[in-house]
C-alpha cells in the first residue's frame, strides 16, 4: 500500500530548547543596518563554523514558485550583499532573471541570532568579478567553466570529462578569465531584520526596513 499521502508523523516535535545567550534593543543598533550586519557578523566569525553560509530565495515569475539553497556570503559594501554563482541556466539564474527580489538568511546558532535580508537583486561588474575569481583555487575556476550548473546530466562522467578538456586548455594559464556566466549577485536590502532569541521565545526583533534603495531607513521593533 502507497504510504505518499498518509500523515502519521515520521518526526515530531524534536527536543526543545531555550535562547538565553543575549538581548537587542533599538537603542543598541548602529543607525545603519550594513554597519549592524558588519558588527554581528565579525562576532559570528569568531565563533560559528561558517558564519558565511546564508539561505538564498528566489521565486520564479509568473508561477510564484520559491526555491531556495545555501551559497556562500562573500562581499558586503555599503550598498549590500554580495554572493557568487553560475548565472546561465541554474534554478536560481531562472528565477532572478523573471523577478528580481531575492531573500537570504544567516542562522548563528552559537550566538542564536539570525538575520534576514529581502532586497533587490544587481549584477556586479566584470572587473568585481574577475576580482573574486582570482581568490578561488584553481580547481574551483576551472571548476566553474566546467558545469552547467543544475541542468541534468548523463552522468559523473560528463562532467568530469568537461572538466579535463578544460585543464588542458588552461594549462598553459596563471591567470584564467572568469565566465559571462558565472559572477556575483549584490542583494541590495530593502529591509533587515536582526534576531537575537530570548527566553519563551519572547525574541528580541529590530527591523530596518526602507520603501525604496533610496529612501532613510526606519528603525521599527516587531513581535516575536
Ligand atoms: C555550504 C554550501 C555552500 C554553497 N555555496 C555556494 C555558492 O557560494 N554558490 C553557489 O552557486 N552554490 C553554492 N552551493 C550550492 C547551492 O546550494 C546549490 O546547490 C547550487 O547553487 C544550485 O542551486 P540552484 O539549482 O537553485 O540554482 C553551496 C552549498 C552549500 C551546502
Redesign the pocket.
Known sequence: MSTQNKEEPLVFAPETYQYEKGSLSSEQVEQDPILQFKAWFDEACKVEK?PE?TN?S?ARLPSGRV????????ELDHKGFI????WDQ??????VKSNPYAALTWFWPTLQRQVRVEGITEFVDKQTNQTYFDTRPRGSRIGAWSSP??TVISGREEFDSIYAANELKFANLEKIPCPEFWGGVRIVPLEIEFWQGRNSRLHDRIVFRRESVDDDWEIVRIAP
Open positions: 561558517l553560509s538564498f528566489t526555491s531556495n539553497r545555501v551559497v556562500l556570503f562573500k554572493i557568487y554563482s553560475n541554474s534554478k536560481k539564474a531562472l528565477d550548473q543544475s
